[in-house]
């Protein structure tokens, strides 16, 4: 058996018989890997990252991956709203997908966490956790955004199986159901002209003093949603399923579903560091081709606000084109 399929058959034989939600490497980096170039590093190999390589790994392009096996959907039972996948768990995705990708030869995973990236004259160096280092024309960062969970009992535990930030993903299952919104100001009114198309029984927990304007609170009262302004005390739930929301006054509602915005920051500082600029959202800056302001690194997956694995496949296979576009024009524009 070759090395190449030794590695394919290793990667979906271990990772099927391993917890689902964790992208596992099996991949034996060779010495070679050690003074070879490669086309692109994709740093974060979960959907965007995946689909970013594929796109390479169909032009021949030397690729590899690096990923720390810590998707932020993690804990996600089921994805939705994603068309020949809906009602797949994201692990069961993400392992065909890697099964998939690792048929092109040119593609390497490897499970480590990038740690640094410098750039010489025009390659990038990047060094692992692990202390591995390795040689790049182009970087590319899949590695997302990390939700910062608010310190209410129960959130953390909830997220991603019953609170839920997405109403395409996850709306569907939890229609006609109690149902909450945990936000204030236009985010939770923007989530209530969502959410009310899916059930009537819809309350909006501002955690204080409500702030809405005239035609919002007016808008709000027509569609007989109820705003409740005490502080959220906890949330009551089983093994992630809400039960109650908990509120200051000692009151209690019972909840199926809970949609919420928490606050994010980038997964890795590395892009910071390289200088790359991010929006007032805190997400990264990327033009058409998903280049980021810095020549020759790129980012995909969470660089829109609409959070989703359908926009993460679309926005890696986006970098995946326009990085072997530009090696394309760089060697075409060499030849003699």
Partial sequence: MNRRKFIIESSILASTALFSGTLLSFTHLDEACATEIFDVVIIGGSYSGLSAAMALGRSLRNVLIIDNGMPSNRKTPHSHNFITQDGETPGDITRVAKAQVLTYETVLFHQDTAINVLKTSNIFTVTTQSG??????????????????????????????????????????????????????????????LVS?????????????????????????????????????????HNGRLIKIHLEDHSSYPLTAL???????????????????????????????????????????????????????????????????????ENFNLKE
């Fill in 132 to 193: 591995k280092v390795f040689s790049a024309k182009k970087v590319l960062f899949a590695t997302g955004l990390k939700d910062i969970m608010p310190a209410i009992p129960g959130f953390s535990d909830c997220w991603g199986i019953s609170i839920l930030h997405c109403p395409y993903c996850h709306g569907y299952e939890v229609k006609n159901q109690e149902t909450g919104i945990l936000g204030n100001g236009s985010l939770a009114f923007h989530y209530a002209q």
């Fill in 259 to 329: 949609y919420a915005r928490p606050a994010f920051e980038q997964h890795s500082k590395i892009p910071m560091v390289l200088g790359c600029t991010k929006n007032e959202q805190g997400l990264l800056v990327v033009d058409s081709n998903q280049q980021t302001n810095i020549f020759g690194i790129y980012a995909c997956g969470d660089t829109s606000a609409f959070r989703s694995v359908a926009t993460a496949v679309a926005t890696g296979s986006q970098a995946g084109a326009a990085i072997n576009m530009a090696l394309s024009t």
């Fill in 197 to 237: 198309n899916l059930t009537h029984k819809l309350h909006i927990f501002t955690n204080g003093q409500a702030d809405f304007n005239t035609e919002q609170q007016q808008l709000i009262r027509q569609n007989k949603i109820s705003v409740v302004t005490q502080k959220v005390l906890a949330l009551e739930h």
